[in-house]
């Protein structure tokens, strides 16, 4: 079974600050995927970005990317030029390829972007 | 635009009642999922299905049931609902390969209380 690890309950950062959320991960899967999803008070989870575990490239989405290193099973997300709607809850999440392709959630980090 | 429907935002029952989440898509999606969402343990997979009148277990199915028999709609049923089943309550949809690209598409939740 798979097991994902978000070590920070909450962060804040300032606006227009870079911050960095962790997440790491257990799995003895050779291909997989992994995401972060963003859910603001609405409650709407987001598709933030996703790594396959074949690239070696890092993923980048606009104000996001992702350090992804693979030997040692951590996938943090970056947050560049911080912007006060980026204030919400942000879950790590593991899928293995196969029947169903599940999602496995880390617990989550909530980020307060802060004026 | 593309949407997962629940049919309830906030729901309050009684201990022993039985209970029903509706959760419908309208994007001819094979798979549904259902999570439960809680503080510091982030989503966990009750049941997920990937055709109609197919179910699989996923990580916490105890006292939980499912029913789909029809593509877009994904019942979840407490049977007899216990305070320990008051959380937040996500439905989700995928195509069978669109998930490893886009992810999932989620409702909106349903914030059920149980007292």
């Known amino acids: 079974a798979q097991t994902v690890t978000q070590s920070q309950p909450e962060m804040s950062v300032q606006e227009a600050e870079t911050v960095t959320l962790s997440c790491t991960y257990d799995?003895?899967?050779?291909?997989?995927?992994l995401f972060w999803y963003k859910q603001p008070p609405s409650r709407q989870m987001i598709l933030v970005i996703r790594?396959?575990?074949?690239?070696?490239q890092n993923a980048t989405e606009n104000r996001f990317s992702v350090n992804f290193q693979k030997a040692a099973k951590s996938f943090s997300l970056k947050i560049s030029d911080s912007q006060l709607g980026d204030t919400a809850m942000y879950f790590c999440a593991f899928m293995k390829l196969g029947a169903g392709n599940m999602l496995t959630f880390g617990g989550g980090t909530r980020l307060m972007v802060k004026p | 635009d593309v949407k997962v429907t629940q049919s309830s935002r906030y729901l309050v029952k009684r201990t022993g009642e039985k209970v029903f989440l509706e959760c419908v898509q309208d994007m001819d999606h094979e798979n549904m999922f259902w999570y439960r969402q809680d503080p510091g343990l982030g989503l966990r997979l009750i049941y997920f299905s990937y055709d109609v009148k197919m179910k699989e277990k996923g990580d916490i199915p105890e006292g939980y049931s499912v029913s789909r028999e029809k593509k877009e709609r994904f019942s979840l049923i407490l049977e007899s609902a216990s305070t320990n089943q008051t959380s937040m309550y996500l439905c989700?949809?995928?195509?069978?390969?669109?998930?490893?690209?886009?992810?999932?598409?989620f409702g909106s939740g349903t914030r059920l209380t149980v007292v």
């Open positions: 790594q396959e575990a074949y690239k070696q």
């Open positions: 799995t003895s899967e050779n291909n997989y995927y």
């Open positions: 989700a949809s995928s195509l069978p390969g669109q998930g490893m690209d886009y992810g999932y598409t």
